[in-house]
């Protein structure tokens, strides 16, 4: 068993529910509190709800991420070219055990990881002192984000 963390967002419709049910679909084990928060990227647009979901899983990496595009198709989530836009649910896979993965169409840790307050902050509700490989513990990470000018 791999233990993965997951992030989970939404900014149209049912956000909270669609969070939810995705944390459900996925199997999280633990999920952390929701929190809004302003968008990322593309600014005109509705606010988010963001978690993290904690889950184990004996999928492989490639498997575990055509089950979370699965499971936001399922919620009503339509890809289009236009990226960070606002959406029903958006499933990242964060981390994968401990393991770090760069082919194409999948990178491990999520590559933004540590720039994005809303996704440390959920991270260390779950577990302060979890690693990032490559980069550290997520406590560290968010302090140095909160530092940040």
């Known amino acids: 068993m791999t233990r993965v963390f997951v992030g989970l967002?939404?900014?149209?419709?049912a956000r909270e529910r669609s969070i939810r049910s995705a944390a459900g679909l996925i199997g999280a084990r633990r999920l952390s509190s929701?929190?809004?928060?302003?968008?990322?990227?593309?600014?005109?647009?509705?606010?988010?709800?963001?978690?993290a979901?904690?889950?184990?899983?004996?999928?492989?990496?490639r498997e575990l991420l055509d089950r979370l595009l699965a499971i936001e198709r399922q919620?009503?989530?339509?890809r289009d070219a236009r990226r960070w836009g606002p959406r029903t649910?958006?499933?990242?896979?964060?981390?994968?055990?401990?393991?770090?993965?760069?082919?194409?169409g999948l990178t491990v840790?999520?590559?933004?990881?540590?720039?994005?307050?809303?996704?440390?902050?959920?991270?260390?509700?779950?577990?302060?002192?979890l690693v990032v490989p490559g980069r550290g513990s997520v406590s560290a990470l968010l302090a140095e984000l909160q530092s940040s000018p």
């Open 9 to 13: 967002g939404a900014n149209i419709g």
């Open 34 to 51: 929701l929190r809004e928060t302003e968008p990322w990227g593309v600014l005109d647009q509705p606010p988010f709800l963001n978690a």
């Open 53 to 61: 979901a904690e889950l184990e899983t004996e999928l492989g990496v």
């Open 75 to 78: 919620l009503g989530r339509i």
């Open 89 to 104: 649910i958006d499933l990242d896979l964060l981390l994968y055990g401990s393991e770090t993965i760069d082919v194409p």
């Open 109 to 129: 840790p999520h590559p933004r990881l540590h720039e994005r307050r809303f996704v440390l902050e959920p991270l260390v509700e779950l577990e302060p002192e």
